[in-house]
């Protein structure tokens, strides 16, 4: 059972250039997140889903553009790397947040612009 | 809009203290309530959690929190750490916004358990 599953791992971008990370997950969960993690500032939710189809933005969606076209994938892309998306990002799927089900996280992706 | 707050940002102990960790949120419904855990170089991993019922709830590797309605407090506690215990700790509610259910994390707390 693979749960949530991230690529790439790790990557290291030059200012500019563009990227797409992948976050697949094999539950069936209807809701998936995009968060990213700094140091001192805790996850902080860049896009969430809420369905196929669906896209909403976070707290700092800016420099960040997903996609939701099947249920179990949430892209997110960056079209122009900045240094300051230099982060962790992790994806996290639930089945509804309200419905007494909690998230469950990928591995996290390690993002360096330079 | 609901918040989570993590006073303590880094606490160290020695192993057999006890642990209480500090969390508050604000938001006027109702809430259901999180701890997370993320090991060094690893992803989240859920604790426990709090939807409704007994407001003393009893998680994984004996860790407990207990739901505090009237101070919006649901704090994590553990009589004895280990030094295996040495993480960040993630404080996180989830409520009702607008149709849909936004998950919101403090911005955590890292344990560092001497041996």
């Known amino acids: 059972n693979a749960g949530v599953t991230q690529t790439p791992k790790f990557r290291v971008l030059k200012t500019g250039q563009s990227m797409t990370l992948l976050c697949a997950q094999d539950?069936?969960?209807?809701?998936m997140y995009w968060y990213r993690q700094d140091p001192g500032m805790g996850l902080r939710l860049i896009h969430y889903s809420v369905g196929e189809g669906t896209t909403a933005k976070g707290e700092v969606p800016d420099g960040y553009n997903v996609s939701r076209l099947k249920k179990q994938n949430f892209l997110l892309g960056l079209e122009s790397a900045a240094p300051s998306q230099t982060s962790v990002y992790f994806c996290?799927?639930?089945?509804?947040?309200?419905?007494?089900?909690?998230?469950?996280f990928g591995q996290g992706t390690r993002l360096t612009v330079v | 809009a609901q918040s989570v707050s993590q006073h303590n940002h880094h606490v160290i102990l020695s192993e057999a203290a006890s642990l209480e960790l500090g969390c508050n949120y604000s938001?006027?419904?109702?809430?259901?309530l999180f701890w997370y855990v993320q090991y060094p170089g690893q992803h989240l991993q859920l604790l426990l959690k709090y939807f409704s019922g007994d407001p003393l709830v009893k998680g994984i590797k004996g860790f407990e929190a207990e739901f505090i309605k009237s101070k919006f407090s649901f704090n994590l506690r553990k009589p004895s750490v280990q030094w295996s215990d040495t993480a960040e700790y993630f404080c996180?509610?989830?409520?009702?916004?607008?149709?849909?259910?936004?998950?919101?994390f403090g911005t955590g707390t890292k344990l560092q358990v001497i041996p």
């Open positions: 938001y006027g419904g109702t809430v259901n």
């Open positions: 996290a799927s639930s089945y509804n947040p309200g419905k007494n089900t909690e998230a469950f």
């Open positions: 996180a509610v989830t409520a009702q916004r607008g149709g849909y259910q936004k998950v919101t």
């Open positions: 539950m069936n969960h209807e809701y």
